[in-house]
């Protein structure tokens, strides 16, 4: 099966950036997603990344996308304390299940 | 965006009794509903694939007499765990597909997850 690994833990300073990384297993994976989930809560979507483009940016948060490498990064610009969550990466099967597979989870604290 | 709720939120039940744990998709018609189990600390493991009007599919490993799956409508698939067991105690969060529509990336939305305590 595939798996999706992330580093467990991230910690940065009030308005300095964040990165967080994922590597992936499925080269055929069609959309990558990044999902926040803040303690006891569901999750949230952030953004999503198709699988033909490179980069994107959503006002503070820009995702790339290294389909050779199979590396998918977050950066948030700006990290603020209200930050603070889970952040999973996810990639969505290309078997036309639809099934998504989740990262193991970045816990991101963020230092005021 | 579309909404998908869970009911109960929280949950504590005594061994050896069923849970009934419900998923919603408040504004859009889901013919597909996926149900995962979050470990304290872990990441999200999908259970099983639930259509509506067919039986669920299961994942490798999953007990499907112990966490029985019913979509019965296009609007709710329910979770039941069957006997309880502490070592059930966990995080269990829906998502519900929007159907897939031309130019759509067919995101899945995730309700807000019920906590299940087993005593």
């Known amino acids: 099966g595939e798996d999706v690994e992330q580093s467990l833990f991230l910690s940065v300073r009030e308005g300095d950036s964040s990165v967080i990384n994922c590597t992936y297993t499925d080269s055929s994976s069609t959309y990558l997603y990044w999902y926040k989930q803040e303690p006891g809560a569901g999750l949230q979507l952030l953004t999503y990344i198709f699988s033909n483009m490179d980069m994107k940016q959503d006002q503070r948060l820009t995702v790339l996308l290294n389909k050779k490498d199979k590396h998918l990064s977050l950066r948030i610009a700006d990290t603020q304390t209200g930050d603070s969550a889970i952040y999973f990466c996810a990639e969505r099967e290309a078997s036309g299940t639809y099934k998504y597979i989740f990262g193991t989870g970045t816990r991101l604290k963020v230092l005021a | 965006g579309a909404v998908v709720s869970q009911h109960p939120s929280r949950v504590i039940c005594k061994s050896g009794t069923s849970v009934k744990i419900e998923c919603r998709s408040l504004?859009?018609?889901?013919?597909?509903m996926f149900w995962y189990r979050q470990f304290p600390k872990q990441s999200l493991m999908l259970m099983a694939t639930s259509n509506e009007g067919s039986k669920a599919t299961y994942e490798q490993g999953v007990e499907k007499d112990k966490f029985l799956i019913n979509h019965a409508s296009l609007t709710l698939s329910t979770l039941t765990v069957t006997s309880a067991h502490p070592e059930d105690s966990s995080f269990y969060i829906c998502?519900?597909?929007?159907?897939?529509?031309?130019?759509?990336?067919?995101?899945?939305?995730f309700g807000p997850g019920t906590r299940l305590t087993v005593l």
């Open positions: 998502s519900a597909r929007i159907p897939p529509t031309s130019g759509e990336y067919n995101e899945q939305f």
């Open positions: 504004d859009f018609q889901a013919t597909t």
